[in-house]
């Protein structure tokens, strides 16, 4: 957008609470749900990935990014974030220039480094070459997309100079995920977008230190997104949205954690939805959220935001609603506070 007011955006992991229930069926509503969000005005739909998860979390963000381009029309659709140093690069940037090819130039790559330790152990990839392997991912995707060629010899990958095809019509962005400030120092040097979570209670600082690399790598006076995520439910009763979310955020954030916990170390306690730090959280009534969602925006003029569509346990009904309210009353009224 060029007034300078922020867009909105939802965003999907395809996870269930346990017990599991029907996953054709869960899937079916969660893509009716972005069907209904386009209809109601987010702009983008954004998808994230894990692996070897009892509940369900979406290992196949490129997979379904097809699926919705087949079901949407002008809605854009970007991973938030895929892991690509436990992914072959090659494999990224061919499902990645397809999912843009079908879905007429809508496409964004998100990426991050990831974290959890069965994953990569699993997968085959050692976790400890990180930053490399991430490294070289981007610039092998970015040389396939942009010369239609694989030759490449690197620290990590080594490949014969062959044929890339198909390629993307048009250059692809990819933004990165960080909090380390090594990391963000990374994104401020390679990306051409930030992905920023609203949950870790530095949503402010971490916008400061990406201006601050941008600054020294020359970039301050480029386009460069910034894309906030995190949770945000709306209900005509504040106590009712708590209700309705607080078990699905405290089982969200135990798994987190239970995940970025090596199988050496002992586990954290589950986290109980009486202790949830709500502060971090944009849910209330319509104007409570609104406010803050333009307090957030003073605090880190965000581009965009995207929230979970359908946090685990939440059903498909109270999804709508929360969609539907949002778009009503909560879009327009930021829109216009921050336009002023």
Request: with cysteine; net charge negative; glycine share 10%.
């Amino acid at each position: 957008m060029t007034d300078g007011a922020p867009t909105f955006g939802l965003w999907y992991d395809f996870r269930q609470k346990l017990p599991l229930g029907n996953y054709e069926e869960f899937y079916a509503e969660c893509l009716e749900e972005i069907e209904e969000g386009e209809r109601l005005g987010f702009t983008d739909v954004w998808l994230s990935e894990h692996h070897f998860v009892d509940d369900g979390y979406l290992p196949s963000p490129l997979v379904v990014s097809a699926a919705i381009a087949a079901r949407t029309t002008s809605m854009g659709i970007g991973t938030n974030v895929l892991l690509l140093p436990m992914h072959h690069p090659l494999r990224v940037a061919e499902d990645a220039a397809v999912a843009d090819l079908v879905s007429g130039g809508r496409f964004t790559l998100g990426v991050g480094q990831g974290y959890v330790q069965h994953e990569f152990e699993a997968l085959g990839f050692n976790r400890k070459n990180r930053p490399s392997l991430f490294e070289e991912g981007v610039e092998l995707i970015r040389r396939a997309w942009e010369e239609g060629r694989i030759g490449y010899e690197g620290k990590r990958w080594r490949f014969e100079d062959l044929t890339f095809a198909p390629r993307p019509e048009r250059k692809i962005p990819i933004f990165f995920g960080a909090f380390a400030e090594p990391a963000i120092d990374r994104a401020a040097r390679m990306a051409d977008g930030f992905l920023a979570s609203t949950g870790g209670g530095a949503f402010g600082e971490t916008y400061s230190k990406v201006q601050e690399a941008l600054k020294r790598h020359g970039r301050e006076d480029e386009d460069f997104p910034y894309v906030a995520s995190g949770v945000a439910f709306v209900h005509e009763d504040a106590g009712r949205a708590r209700e309705i979310v607080a078990p699905a955020i405290a089982y969200q954030r135990t798994r987190y954690a239970e995940w970025g916990t090596d199988r050496d170390k002992p586990k954290p306690d589950p986290i109980r939805p009486e202790d949830l730090p709500w502060e971090r959280y944009l849910v209330g009534t319509p104007d409570e959220v609104a406010e803050r969602l333009v307090r957030l925006h003073e605090e880190a003029p965000y581009d965009h935001l995207c929230f979970w569509g359908r946090l685990p346990g939440v059903t498909h009904e109270e999804a709508l609603a929360n969609m539907r309210l949002f778009a009503s009353e909560v879009a327009p009224k930021v829109r216009e506070m921050v336009r002023a």
